[in-house]
Structures are given as structure tokens and as C-alpha cells.
């Protein structure tokens, strides 16, 4: 009985898992398209359309492997040898931690672009994209520094009862490492979450105070019914807001579910909660985006009815 209704757990955590893959698979391929699209049609570009086709790009690659983790999950298949596990773990480690730094990147330039010329941020608003790019490859390149312990410590294994190892797919595991190792590259992790959360944090407060100054000087200009819409960088600011908000909610459960999981590392139902709850914002963010984007259906529109000219 209680084998059976295992079974039936997990085939609802698979196939909700499979939908949330696909979900996201499709919405972040329609926004990178469209970025392309916009960069290749010559539309006015915006300070955060980089930064927001690169996020729709990892995403995407994050999630196509995560699909082919997600097999080795859910689904019994031949087992993985040590490069399979070491390479596509690792990868997905990578594409995580470049989540969060363009996430957090995202925030610190949309609170540049809503500063008052005034402001001390004022002199970063002609940043390029070239040195956009060399602040998130220096975080990318700590972050495959401080994960290059999983090239060690992940493995293939058909062997997954034994305390001392810790689930990750049907294929692989985790050996356990020497205290100090392990407290080495955990402090190392933390203290880079901590500081990437600690500027999204710092980031939404400042555009909020920003925000509140703003509607409060359009209370003393203009009457209740006649006040002006919402200028374009004030949608943005609030979309990144939203989406900035959202992603620390899920980074909250996954902490909480992370600590849980430690005291069941030979039970796979808490990881595989775990498994989907990270990937939430990789689903969601894209139509945060998509949903204040007005031009995104026309010029889909426009270039398919282009190519069916052609």
C-alpha cells in the first residue's frame, strides 16, 4: 500500500515537473526570439534588453539540462558514468549561479536607470554592455570556482543506500567531503548569495523610495483623475520589482526545503520537491517580461508574415 502510493506520488511529481520544464522551455525561447528579433530589426534598444535576453538564454539552457536530469530522476534508464554525472550536474550548477548574477545585475541597472541625475548612480547610466558583460563574467567565474568541488565530489553510483551518500539523480550521488572542504565552499557560496541577494535587496528598496518620492510629486502637481500614466522606465521599474520580489520568495522556500533535505539524504521525494521548486522562476520570470512588453506580438507577427512573403 504504501509502495503504491509512493508510485503515485511521484508520477504526479513527474509529470507536474515535466509540465513546468516544457512551460518554461517555450516561454523562454519566445522572449530570447524576441530580443533577437528586436536586436536584428533595428528597434531602439533599452538598457536592460541585454540583460534580460541573456537571463531568457540561461534559462533556457538551464532548463534543457535539467530535462536530461530530470530523466535520470524520474524515469529508470541505463545508469550514467562519472563524466555524464560530473559534466551535466556541474553545467547546471553554472547556469543557476548565472541566474541569480544576472538577476541581481538586472535590479542594480534598473535602480542606475530611475536614479536622479543628481544621484551618486547618476554616472554609471552610460554603462555599456561591454562592461555589463565583464561584471557577470567575473561572477561567473568565481561562482565555477567555488563549484568545482561537484567535479570531485559527484559520482556514479548504483549503490544509494549507504548513509554517507547523498541523492542527486538514479545515476548519481554525492561522496561526502572532509569538514573543512565542505565548510571552505559553503562559506564561499554563502557569502556570494549573500551579497548578490544583499544588492537585488538594496536595489528594490532604493527604487521603491524612488517610486514613492515620484507618485507623491504627482499628487502635489496633478489632481486624482488627471494624473499622467506610468512612464515606460516606471513599468520597468516595477516589473523588475515584481520579478526581483518573486525570485527571493522561491530563494526563501529553497533554503527552508535545502535544510530539510539534509535529514533525508537517502529519501528522493524531498529532493525532487526541491527540484521543482527552483525552477519556478526559470518558468515564471519570462512572462513577467512578456506581460509589459507591448511590441513582443507585433513583431513576432510582423516577421512571420515576412517570412511567409519570402
Given at each position: ?210 517610486l514613492c518620492r515620484h ?11 488627471l494624473s499622467p500614466k506610468a512612464s515606460p522606465e ?77
Open positions: 500500500m504504501n509502495k503504491n502510493h509512493e508510485l503515485h506520488t511521484n508520477s504526479h511529481l513527474r509529470n507536474t515537473f515535466f509540465s513546468e520544464i516544457g512551460i518554461g522551455i517555450s516561454a523562454n525561447s519566445i522572449l530570447l526570439l524576441f530580443h533577437v528579433l528586436k536586436f536584428t530589426s533595428g528597434y531602439r534598444s533599452k538598457p536592460t534588453d541585454l540583460p534580460i535576453g541573456l537571463l531568457a538564454l540561461i534559462h533556457l539552457l538551464m532548463l534543457l539540462i535539467t530535462a536530461f536530469i530530470a530523466t535520470d530522476i524520474f524515469i529508470s534508464r541505463k545508469g550514467w558514468d562519472d563524466i555524464t554525472c560530473k559534466f551535466l550536474i556541474y553545467l547546471y550548477r553554472i547556469f543557476r549561479g548565472l541566474s541569480i548574477c544576472t538577476t541581481s545585475l538586472l535590479s542594480v541597472l534598473q535602480a542606475i536607470i530611475l536614479s536622479p541625475r543628481s544621484s551618486c548612480l547618476a554616472k554609471f547610466k552610460r554603462i555599456s554592455p561591454y562592461h555589463m558583460s565583464c561584471a557577470l563574467l567575473f561572477l561567473s567565474i568565481f561562482y565555477m570556482f567555488i563549484s568545482s568541488h561537484l567535479l570531485v565530489s559527484i559520482i556514479a553510483t548504483p549503490n544509494l543506500t549507504l548513509n554517507n551518500f547523498m541523492f542527486v539523480t538514479q545515476s548519481c550521488s554525492i561522496l561526502p567531503m572532509s569538514y573543512l572542504m565542505q565548510s571552505t565552499f559553503s562559506t564561499l557560496l554563502a557569502l556570494r548569495e549573500a551579497f548578490l541577494i544583499s544588492l537585488m535587496v538594496l536595489s528594490t528598496c532604493y527604487m521603491m523610495t524612488l507618485k507623491k510629486q504627482s499628487q502635489h502637481l496633478h489632481s486624482t483623475s516606471e513599468r520597468a521599474t516595477r516589473t523588475i520589482l515584481l520579478l526581483v520580489s518573486f525570485f527571493v520568495v522561491v530563494y526563501c522556500f529553497d533554503c527552508i526545503i535545502s535544510c530539510s533535505r539534509t535529514m533525508f539524504q537517502n529519501d528522493p521525494t524531498p529532493y525532487n520537491i526541491h527540484f521543482f521548486v527552483v525552477h519556478i522562476y526559470a518558468m515564471v520570470s519570462p512572462f513577467v517580461f512578456m506581460s509589459t512588453e507591448k511590441h513582443i506580438g507585433n513583431l513576432l507577427r510582423s516577421m512571420c508574415e515576412k517570412v511567409i512573403n519570402v
